[in-house]
């Protein structure tokens, strides 16, 4: 294995007899996974993440809707130290991968020598080249970009509140897959259920949601059953649904659909793919589709037999959707492969367990195929897929008091009177505009 030299710093953990040392690039949920299937074996761990912190992106939607706290759906990476003690954290952000020299380089010059390195990068928003959309909507893949969405929307509110103009107020998404339907549900849901109270002074009529897909279904990957069922739920919730349409491009003031036809809006949210970070592609490594790092059955990266690639950033021989089940299964699967050789031994293939997927349209109202024995699937709608899907998100979260809040949170957002629930909300610029007929109130 390879030697620390004086010309290459390492900050692998110092320890009497030198393990082996395996750097984990990301804190998601293949990153984290890796993590805690290494707790057993002789080395030491390094993980690396731009932030301090782990979201869980699933339910993210909820904090840009002011139904949860940031800090309920947040992990602080360093606290995995207190489980697992050959494990060490740095913060910072990776600008290349040197894989012949086993090196990590940081953006603040540091560099990192690894005999053993996980990617688990992630993936970004993808924009698919649609002019405008990077720049003038908002996406909802990290706890930054949710806080963000969650202060437009309720600037959006405060401001056409206070205008009193009476004109249309709309909030358009971009994509109708698990994260938009769940996006355009829970909003539908605030207008319905919260506008009347919290904001007399706008008509809950003239607030529009609407969903937008180029496809003519939403929840494409779902069986036909679910996706009417979703479909049928939007609508009753007041959602409005533009199928078959494409957006051509995102103005500051709306958008321009692919017909021609222009709908303004105060938010657009982008709910459309993923992408591989592009710094990836600099790093020598193979790429397939989409920039995803090709890898071998074993999760191998494809020429390196010390290299793993895991979740969103991998290409495994056969493709698997970019969703947490197949992240938490290939990080686990990737630190197993290092654990073996580390001992000695080979590798095995991975071999992914579809689990199902799910996803929410509001109170008592989810979809769920549940993967069965023998190739077999259950399929649920309505409030038993809504109670099994809080059930199995509160529990994939991570840390008991994450748990313990969400839970208390959502259960008072929808057990609770409909109209007395309180949203979470952070800071709104003060509208600054004047109405021509306003005067000052002394003289």
């Not at 894989?99 to 996980?118: H, T």
């Not at 049928?232 to 007041?238: S, V």
């Not at 938010?267 to 459309?272: C, E, L, N, S």
Request: glycine fraction near 8%; aromatic fraction near 6%.
């Amino acid at each position: 294995m390879s030697q620390t030299s004086p010309a290459v710093p390492s900050t692998s953990p110092a320890t009497a007899r030198r393990r082996p040392h395996v750097v984990i690039l990301g804190g998601g949920f293949a990153g984290l996974s890796a993590l805690r299937a290494l707790q057993k074996s002789d080395v030491d761990i390094t993980l690396v993440d731009r932030h301090t912190y782990n979201a869980f992106q699933p339910l993210l939607y909820q904090v840009a809707t002011a139904g949860l706290n940031p800090g309920d759906v947040t992990y602080f990476l360093r606290a995995a130290r207190m489980h697992q003690r050959n494990v060490s954290f740095r913060q910072g952000l990776v600008v290349d991968v040197d894989p012949n020299e086993q090196v990590v380089s940081f953006q603040d010059g540091e560099r990192m020598r690894f005999d053993y390195l996980i990617i688990a990068a992630g993936a970004t928003t993808n924009y698919f080249g649609t002019k405008g959309a990077e720049a003038n909507s908002l996406a909802i893949y990290t706890r930054a970009q949710a806080l963000t969405l969650r202060d437009k929307i309720f600037t959006n509110l405060e401001h056409a509140a206070a205008s009193n103009t009476g004109e249309d107020v709309a909030v358009v998404v971009v994509g109708a897959g698990p994260t938009g339907v769940e996006m355009a549900g829970a909003l539908a849901e605030l207008r319905n259920d919260a506008m009347a109270a919290i904001y007399p002074e706008l008509d809950p009529r003239r607030t529009h949601i609407v969903l937008v897909e180029m496809t003519d279904k939403v929840l494409g990957p779902f069986a036909p059953p679910l996706r009417e069922y979703a479909a049928k739920a939007l609508r009753e919730r007041g959602v409005e649904l533009r199928l078959n349409t494409s957006v051509a491009e995102v103005r500051e003031d709306g958008v321009l659909f692919g017909d021609g036809n222009f709908l303004k809006a105060g938010v657009v949210i982008w709910a459309t793919g993923v992408a591989v970070p592009k710094i990836v592609g600099d790093w020598g490594l193979p790429q397939g589709r989409g920039g995803r790092i090709t890898v071998d059955a074993d999760l191998r990266v494809t020429g390196f037999q010390n290299i793993f690639a895991v979740g969103d950033v991998a290409l495994t021989p056969e493709p698997l959707p970019q969703l947490a089940q197949p992240a938490l299964q290939e990080g686990k699967h990737a630190a197993l492969q290092i654990a073996a050789l580390v001992t000695g031994r080979g590798t095995t293939p991975f071999h992914y367990k579809d689990k199902g997927t799910m996803a929410t349209i509001g109170r008592r109202s989810a979809v769920c195929d549940i993967a069965l024995p023998k190739g077999r699937s259950l399929k649920l709608t309505g409030t038993l897929a809504w109670l099994v899907w809080l059930f199995i998100h509160i529990i994939m979260l991570l840390g008991n008091r994450n748990r313990l809040a969400t839970f208390v949170n959502l259960l008072t957002k929808y057990l609770a009177p409909s109209r007395r629930t309180n949203p979470i909300v952070g800071d709104v610029p003060v509208f600054e505009h004047q109405r021509v007929d306003q005067r000052p109130l002394d003289r």
